[in-house]
């Protein structure tokens, strides 16, 4: 199928969850949005659940253009990423492991100068 198609269902489906008294949010996704969180269009996503709390909803979340490549989020920074490993996480700590590199070589220079004293 191509994209065309594709779209076109997505319509499809957006206009029966319509009818049936369902919110539909469409839009381009920023993260962090406007006041945190995530936005999707002009919406903060979060916001419409606040109200359902404690409901049972159903979430459809499709790319409008297919080619997209759907961004993962990080199961513990919460970040999104493209592919591969989380770079923030990666990041993080590749510096964690190089500050405790660090404090030892500090740590074996500090007790060779204690033994030569």
Known sequence: R????????????????????????????????????????????EEPLWGLKDQEVLIIVAPLNPAQEISTVCGSCGMPYERGECPACKTKSEETKRAAEEGLLFDEEFSGLLSQG
Not at 9 to 22: F, H, V, Y
């Open 2 to 45: 191509g994209n065309m198609a594709i779209r076109h269902e997505i319509q499809i489906l957006s206009s029966m969850a319509e009818r049936l008294g369902a919110q539909v949010i469409s839009g381009p996704v920023r993260y962090p949005g406007r006041r945190g969180g995530v936005d999707v269009g002009e919406v903060n996503i």
